[in-house]
């Protein structure tokens, strides 16, 4: 039988299904012989598949292939008992990367009691595990760049006398001395050094956000303008699309600046030509919690694409780590510093990425504080 709004109780079918329609986990419902009865927006979503195109189809052929979620609603079905299953559970879809996702079966009974088919329910983890990822590598970032910063002040001193050792070296040389050669590699080092150092200490003791309100439409515009200049010789188109509807976030703008200084100028560095990068801000279109204990916060999204190398899958979880960088030339602690700031800014930050197609990277920031 078909369970549509007309055969929910009259006392409540109106409220029913505006939580069918509204709730943000996925609801499927199965009669006796396994055939979709209901569908909601949020399974229509999830599975990328419409209510009408699945209506009367058997469960089989919407989870072909995924053994776990077969077996929840056999149970639920045959044996007639509820089931949950939220280990490590992915939701394999045709045009998209998995996603993790925890599930629930249980069987849906009559007044009389009789058994009258079952019910799955399926929530998305992404945002939870992105969640989760942030918090365990701020952990990592905020041990790891208190030790930086303590080496960072033993190591600074004596470069800068090595750095003057090497300048009056040069000094004292004449010009056709090869060691000249030598002394101008050794202050190049030295800076180089010192760069990194610099990063460090701001790894460890980042100084403390000064809030206020921030067009990010003006500040993406800038960075924009630099980086076409940068890459006028890559032949690298930069599009940009902004929702002209979006307020003012609270931010430090210094640190917003150099948050997406740094994606932007990663996504121009990673085209080794005739390609593009595209930057895009729009609402989120549900709220997200930020953090643990914080209230769920309406999000600006700010997606920066290009078309570059892309990152490979056994680098992704190591892109945060400091010092690990897939440049020839970079601290490899750009990323790890972005991650702080966004951190700062109770935001998230989602990578994916393609080998040879491209890299997205959307960070997150909420509108109100």
């Known amino acids: 039988m078909m369970i549509s709004r007309e055969s929910l109780p009259d006392t409540g079918s109106t409220l029913y299904s505006r939580i069918l329609e509204n709730i943000d986990r996925a609801v499927i419902a199965f009669d006796q012989e396994g055939g979709i009865t209901l569908f909601n927006p949020a399974a229509e979503a999830l599975m990328e598949r419409s ?29 007639s008992r509820s089931i949950t299953d939220d280990e490590g559970l992915y939701l394999h879809r045709a045009n998209a990367s998995p996603l993790p996702v925890n599930a629930y079966a249980a069987p849906i009974y009559t007044n009389r009691g009789d058994q009258d088919g079952a019910v799955m329910i399926i929530r998305d983890l992404s945002r939870i595990k992105e969640l989760e990822g942030t918090l365990r590598r701020a952990d990592r970032l905020s041990i790891l760049g208190t030790l930086a910063a303590g080496l960072a002040h033993e190591i600074k001193n004596p470069l800068g006398g090595i750095k003057g050792a090497a300048q009056l070296l040069a000094m004292e040389l004449p010009e056709e001395n090869s060691l000249l050669d030598y002394t101008q590699i050794m202050v190049k080092e030295v800076d180089r050094i010192n760069f990194i150092i610099e990063e460090l200490m701001e790894l460890g003791n980042p100084r403390t956000p000064e809030f206020a309100e921030v067009d990010l439409a003006k500040i993406l515009d800038d960075i924009v303008l630099l980086q076409r200049e940068a890459a006028r010789n890559q032949n690298t188109k930069f599009t940009l699309r902004f929702d002209p509807s979006i307020p003012p976030v609270r931010g430090d703008e210094s640190l917003l600046i150099r948050l997406f200084l740094n994606l932007i100028k990663n996504a121009r560095e990673a085209i080794a030509h005739d390609g593009e990068v595209t930057i895009e801000t729009r609402i989120a279109s549900s709220y997200h919690m930020t953090g643990p204990g914080r209230r769920s916060s309406p999000m600006v999204d ?68």
């Open 51 to 79: 209510s009408r195109q699945m209506a009367g189809q058997h469960y089989e052929a919407l989870f072909k292939d995924q053994e776990t979620l077969l077996y929840l609603v056999k149970v639920a079905l045959n044996e």
């Open 302 to 369: 700010i997606t920066i694409r290009d078309t570059g190398c892309g990152i490979a899958a056994e680098e992704m979880e190591r892109i945060f780590t400091p010092y690990f960088t897939t440049k020839i030339k970079g601290s490899g602690l750009g990323l790890a510093i972005s991650q702080k700031i966004i951190e700062d800014h109770n935001g998230l930050l989602k990578v994916e990425s393609t080998p040879d197609e491209g890299t997205t990277m959307t960070v997150s920031l909420p509108l109100r504080r």
